[in-house]
């Protein structure tokens, strides 16, 4: 892959086994990565357990896999998710994965991607079996990373300033806020630009030009919650005042 191209990451989502409302910092997470340009979710979606990830699938433009429950035990879902990863993984059409589950029969696949040289990361619960959770080149816990971004979010929306007309919403506030806090920063808080917002695009809701600015430093200077400094070589970094 040329150097200069973004990597291509598949996320693939065992719906039985993840938490809907973890999709959010999930894929601002998985920029580290890369974009997130394919999306599945595998799951019978004639259970009613599974209303919480249908209701996500299109405003994450997430593809959903149907697995239907043939033999009592046996799980079609997970045969399938691997049965696709593998078939990426020859393909050569992708340069990193995700796994958003909390089933240990992962395990060979996360052993596996690795072993070819891309990198996995694991997403699930705190009770996941160490065996998946340490096969994964980096697995995060999805139960913490929601509870950060809430506190996050209060902590933002607590620090405001009251009143005031701005055309910036509280949902563009936290989600630029997540992409900031999940970005590299040196030692005086700035985080460039170009991750702020590889990270903030990675939700596929998410185009400045939604907002009436036509470029990402457009919004970040309408913005006072922060600060933006040009260095050398044209480089733009932001830092968050409040």
């Known amino acids: 892959m040329d150097q ?36 599945r979710a595998y799951g019978n979606w004639r259970k009613t357990s599974l209303k919480g990830w249908a209701d996500r699938i299109h405003r994450y433009g997430i593809e959903p896999q149907q697995q239907f429950d043939l033999t009592k035990g046996k799980n079609a879902t997970d045969m399938k998710m691997t049965v696709d990863a593998m078939d990426l993984l020859y393909t050569d059409r992708v ?13 060979p696949l996360a052993m596996r991607i690795r072993q070819s040289g891309y990198p996995v990361y694991g997403f699930g619960r705190a009770q996941t079996p160490e065996g998946f959770r340490e096969a994964c080149t980096r697995f995060i816990d999805v139960d913490a990373l929601i509870d950060a971004e ?56 998410f185009d400045t030009r939604n ?32």
């Open 95 to 107: 340069q990193g994965f995700g796994i958003m589950s909390s089933d240990s029969d992962f395990m």
């Open 211 to 242: 907002y009436g600015f036509a470029r990402l430093i457009d919004l970040i200077e309408a913005i006072p919650n922060f600060a933006l400094e040009r260095r050398e070589g044209g480089q733009i970094w932001m830092k968050r005042l409040r």
């Open 4 to 39: 200069s191209q973004v990597a291509n990451i598949a996320l693939l989502i065992d719906a039985d086994n993840a938490r809907a409302d973890g999709i959010d910092p999930v894929l601002t997470v998985l920029a580290e990565l890369g974009q997130v340009n394919i999306r």
């Open 150 to 205: 809430n506190k996050s979010h209060k902590l933002a929306k607590a620090r405001s300033e009251p009143g005031g007309a701005s055309p910036i919403d509280d949902a563009l506030m936290e989600l630029l806020v997540d992409a900031y806090n999940a970005s590299k920063r040196d030692e005086k808080g700035f985080a460039k630009l170009s991750e702020v917002g590889q990270r903030a695009g990675n939700r596929s809701s």
